[in-house]
């Protein structure tokens, strides 16, 4: 589905893959409400959530899975390209504050990731290009209350390994009370 009715802001629609980690080509379509990921080991599960922490804003170190951009690009490609669609319809929904550029119901938000360069822009479900002002995306992403360095919105391995394997309910706590209690 491209879009979820009355109400769908910030609420993640579709994800596309192209020469990202071990994807070639991938798509994943999400469902109104929590969506969990799985899958055998090696099958790609953790580069999903690596290419949504990326588009959305996220350093490449808190991905947990390198440091730097370049080496998120498949063996053997020259570029890697990420398609965030996100839900923009309802009472809520974002719009250029300056008139500039009208916001449809579906934005995709598309990080081409060189191996000198990294493209960022946001554009409309048909592939128009709406802006490449990263100021006005991550306050496109803030008003959708789109969190990506939440612990409670996007939990990585590493994260969901410590809070599981720790007896010490203070510590388990201490992850948490670090998210952000959204609107």
């Not at 592939?127 to 612990?151: A, F």
């Amino acid at each position: 589905p491209m879009s979820w009715g009355s109400d769908s802001v910030g609420k993640i629609v579709q994800i596309r893959l192209e020469n990202f980690m071990c994807h070639e080509h991938f798509q994943i379509d999400f469902g109104p409400r929590v969506n969990f990921i799985h899958g055998p080991n090696g099958s790609g599960k953790s580069a999903v959530l690596a290419a949504l922490q990326i588009a959305l804003g996220a350093r490449t170190k808190a991905t947990g899975r390198s440091s730097t951009l370049k080496d998120l690009i498949r063996k053997g490609c020259e570029r890697a390209k990420i398609q965030i669609y996100i839900g923009n319809s309802g009472p809520c929904r974002f719009d250029d504050p300056d008139g500039q550029c009208v916001f449809p119901d579906v934005v995709v938000i598309e990080k081409v990731i060189n191996r000198a360069t990294t493209t960022f822009r946001l554009k409309d479900k048909s592939g128009h290009e709406l802006t490449r002002d990263r100021r006005m995306i991550y306050d496109m992403l803030e008003s959708m209350n789109v969190q990506i360095d939440n612990p409670a919105t996007v939990m990585t391995q590493e994260n969901a390994r410590r809070y599981l394997a720790d007896s010490d309910q203070s510590r388990r706590y201490s992850l948490f009370s670090e998210a952000k209690i959204g609107r």
